[in-house]
């Protein structure tokens, strides 16, 4: 069994800032991809960014420039870093990983995080 476990969201100012941290606990062999997604109300959950075993980065062009998905294999913890947030910004963040148990990769999701900005 393995547990994904956020922290971090609140609320914030426009211009503001804060760090998400998304931390797997369990039985863990390794980890593969991570990622953070994002729902608004009324809206389909949506990609922020992604980051391989290797490093290797990827954002959606509406947080480019303002986020920064990095992560700490010896914690096996998983961080977004978000600056210069804007209303849009608002939803519930959900970490995502896929991670290998005993042999198999098996994919989880956190329970979802707030971050509300205002205006």
């Known amino acids: 069994q393995v547990q994904l476990v956020e922290s971090g969201g609140g609320l914030v100012q426009a211009g503001g800032s804060l760090r998400l941290s998304c931390a797997a606990s369990?039985?863990?062999?390794?980890?593969?991809?991570m990622g953070w997604y994002r729902q608004a109300p009324g809206k389909q959950r949506e990609l922020v960014a992604t980051?391989?075993?290797?490093?290797?980065?990827n954002y959606a062009d509406s947080v480019k420039g303002r986020f920064t998905i990095s992560r700490d294999n010896a914690k096996n913890t998983m961080y977004l870093q978000m600056n210069s947030l804007k209303p849009e910004d608002t939803a519930v963040y959900y970490c995502?990983?896929?991670?290998?148990?005993?042999?198999?990769?098996?994919?989880?999701w956190g329970q979802g995080t707030q971050v509300t900005v205002s205006s």
């Open positions: 995502h990983m896929v991670v290998v148990v005993s042999i198999a990769p098996y994919a989880y």
């Open positions: 369990g039985n863990i062999f390794s980890i593969n991809a």
């Open positions: 980051i391989t075993s290797a490093g290797s980065t």
